[in-house]
């Protein structure tokens, strides 16, 4: 049974109830750096929600697929969507929907991550098998949700977040949320909170500090309350180029007492000379630089370190087997590309950084791995403030 998959401790819901461009609501959270948005539309007319949804996803792939869009409801609008070349992360679908298995056989939508809502144990034990994340609630009643199903209370969440969880199924919680929510509906097993009002006010009002605040204090209380590494194991950090990874396992690994290794380093090591002159003498070849990742990493595995994968790295099925075999955890630095482009574009050691372009292309097509695993939001934090938050989300 596959791995289930991780979803960051916000997830916001665009409100087409607010005067700004929904498309607008989902750049400015962006910005603020959240990874995952649902573009949910609702009342808006059909051709309204396809052109602020095309414009969303295509401000999204010129910035590396950031940030990862899911669309509420519409399989209409993903399939347009999938057909310009711009299928998003997800779709999410309702209890009245097209079901996701059927939905999963459309031209161009098999690649999507599907999620549900689910509001009662029978709709938690048989939940469509395509789906790999759920909806849990409401919680309380919503302003936004007129038609929400009875509430349910903590105890009901954490019902339904055990039962999805016996299914790898991710569990968001859902309805009326607020940050003062976040410490109870992580103990009660939700990977997520999806926030739609608390969020939409602050993009409305444009306060990015505040956005921004909001997601590092979710991401601090679920760190504290849901460990991803074992003191005697082992970690390995993937992410894009610029992201931090290096920084990061050293100072991690200073805490842990433990060996840091960055892998581009080791193979820089081995080879006597420095990526850029590796990349050259193979003239440009990305695939033989590869193999040398794989054959140089079991040595790096042999006893607990934290190990900075290079951005390519992880995109391989030899990497993460290799590492599945370890036990080892993975997490996925989650930086926004635009931050990490400004600082490795004028680099001269980063060989596959010197166009914006194709810079973005690369981390649009490795955002697919990196999005199911554990993220590390950096937020703008100083690489010592980051470590100690994950040094809080190892179990001793």
């Known amino acids: 049974m596959n791995k289930m998959i991780q979803i960051p401790p916000l997830y916001p819901i665009?409100?087409?109830?607010?005067?700004?461009?929904?498309?607008?609501?989902?750049?400015?959270?962006?910005?603020?750096?959240?990874?995952?948005?649902?573009?949910?539309?609702k009342l808006m007319p059909v051709n309204d929600q396809w052109r602020e949804l095309r414009e969303t996803l295509l401000q999204a792939s010129e910035n590396g697929g950031w940030p990862l869009i899911v669309i509420n409801d519409r399989a209409d609008l993903a399939l347009l969507a999938a057909n310009e070349g711009i299928a998003p992360w997800g779709l999410h679908l309702g209890q009245t929907d097209i079901p996701a298995s059927i939905a999963a056989r459309l031209p161009g939508l098999n690649k999507l991550h599907f999620g549900a809502s689910t509001h009662n144990p029978n709709e938690w034990s048989s939940i469509d098998p395509a789906c790999d994340h759920a909806g849990v609630g409401p919680l309380r009643a919503t302003q936004t949700?007129?038609?929400?199903?009875?509430?349910?209370?903590?105890?009901?969440?954490a019902m339904g977040c055990a039962a999805l969880r016996s299914q790898n199924i991710a569990p968001i919680a859902i309805g009326g949320l607020t940050?003062?929510?976040?410490?109870?509906?992580?103990?009660?097993g939700a990977e997520s909170l999806a926030m739609t009002r608390a969020l939409s006010q602050l993009a409305l009002s444009d306060d990015q500090y505040q956005l921004t605040e909001y997601l590092w204090q979710a991401q601090k209380i679920k760190c504290a309350e849901k460990k991803i590494l074992r003191k005697d194991s082992g970690l390995v950090i993937v992410g894009g180029s610029g992201a931090g990874k290096t920084t990061l396992a050293m100072r991690l690994a200073l805490r842990l007492g433990i060996e840091a290794i960055d892998l581009d380093s080791r193979i820089s090591q081995k080879a006597g000379k420095p990526i850029a002159e590796i990349f050259t003498e193979y003239n440009g070849d990305e695939a033989l630089f590869r193999t040398l990742e794989v054959e140089c990493l079991p040595e790096c595995l042999e006893r607990p370190a934290v190990l900075a994968l290079g951005a390519g790295a992880w995109q391989q099925e030899a990497i993460r087997g290799l590492v599945k075999k370890t036990g080892w955890a993975a997490c996925w630095l989650a930086e926004n590309p635009n931050t990490a482009w400004e600082r490795v574009k004028t680099d001269p050691d980063r060989p596959?950084?010197?166009?914006?372009?194709?810079?973005?292309?690369?981390?649009?097509?490795?955002?697919?791995?990196?999005?199911?695993?554990?993220?590390l939001l950096p937020l703008g934090r100083k690489p010592d403030e980051l470590a100690d938050l994950v040094f809080r989300a190892i179990q001793l």
Do not use: Y
């Open 14 to 41: 665009t409100d087409a109830s607010l005067e700004l461009p929904l498309s607008e609501q989902v750049r400015r959270f962006a910005i603020a750096n959240f990874p995952i948005i649902q573009f949910r539309a």
């Open 145 to 157: 949700k007129r038609d929400h199903d009875e509430i349910i209370g903590f105890e009901g969440l």
């Open 179 to 188: 940050m003062d929510d976040a410490l109870p509906c992580f103990q009660a």
């Open 352 to 375: 596959l950084a010197r166009d914006r372009a194709e810079f973005m292309q690369r981390w649009r097509s490795r955002m697919e791995e990196w999005s199911v695993l554990p993220s």
